[in-house]
């Protein structure tokens, strides 16, 4: 099993400031097979990013992610007020799918 | 657009059973392979189990291997998990969610329903 580890666990910044987040996983993850989920609470995830780099339909252009191989990072170029929430990393390359533990956003 | 709706949460003994299902629409149903993704109060998300979109293949992660069961009816457009012998620790919301092909990221998900096991 891929194990994913999220930092930081918690990332306080103010909106219009830049976020970067990390998902490190414990073995080399297929083809580049991550995708980044938000989700706010009391809400079900909403999906970001896939296959590493391709935001998904109607997510901003100020979310991306990169990365490859064990490490990736999901970037935020300026924060809007939306944006404080909780988010995932996921594997899907390899069974069973896995998730990291998640990075809570918080308003400074 | 894309809309499940989940239904069957509750609570239940240990020991027990429950059936959820999911309710699919605003996509091809039978052409879509779904998954069951759960949450524990106040934790992260943890996959649960994959279906395709014939049903000919199932997966599940260990912890539920034996006591769950993913199956589907494309004529209703609906996921099931049908959860037996449950645990305290399978307390958490349970989300169905679309996979985008062949067991890999979901791309819509439900609103999910709340499972708790408690005597």
């Known amino acids: 099993e891929i194990v994913l580890t999220q930092s930081p666990g918690t990332l306080s910044l103010s909106p219009g400031e830049r976020a970067t987040l990390s998902c490190r996983a414990s073995?080399?993850?297929?083809?580049?097979?991550l995708a980044w989920y938000q989700q706010k609470t009391g809400q079900a995830p909403r999906l970001l990013i896939y296959?590493?780099?391709s935001r998904a339909t109607g997510i901003p252009d100020r979310f991306s992610g990169s990365g490859s191989g064990t490490d990736f990072t999901l970037t935020i170029s300026r924060l809007e007020p939306e944006d404080f929430a909780v988010y995932y990393c996921?594997?899907?390359?390899?069974?069973?799918?896995?998730f990291g533990q998640g990075t809570r956003l918080e308003i400074k | 657009q894309v809309q499940l709706v989940e239904s069957g949460g509750g609570v239940v003994q240990p020991g027990g059973s429950l059936r959820l299902s999911c309710a699919a629409s605003?996509?091809?149903?039978?052409?879509?392979?779904m998954h069951w993704v759960r949450q524990a109060p106040g934790k992260g998300l943890e996959w649960v189990a994959f279906?395709?979109?014939?049903?000919?293949?199932?997966y599940y992660i260990d912890s539920v291997k034996g006591r769950f069961t993913i199956s589907r009816d494309n004529s209703k457009n609906t996921l099931y998990l049908q959860m037996s012998s449950l645990r305290a620790e399978d307390t958490a919301v349970y989300y169905c969610?679309?996979?985008?092909?062949?067991?890999?990221?979901?791309?819509?998900w439900g609103q999910g329903t709340l499972v708790t096991v408690s005597s």
């Open positions: 969610a679309k996979d985008h092909a062949r067991g890999s990221y979901s791309d819509y």
């Open positions: 605003g996509f091809t149903f039978s052409s879509s392979g």
């Open positions: 279906i395709r979109y014939d049903g000919s293949n199932k």
């Open positions: 296959g590493a780099s």
């Open positions: 996921q594997q899907y390359g390899s069974s069973p799918i896995t």
């Open positions: 073995q080399s993850v297929d083809s580049s097979s």
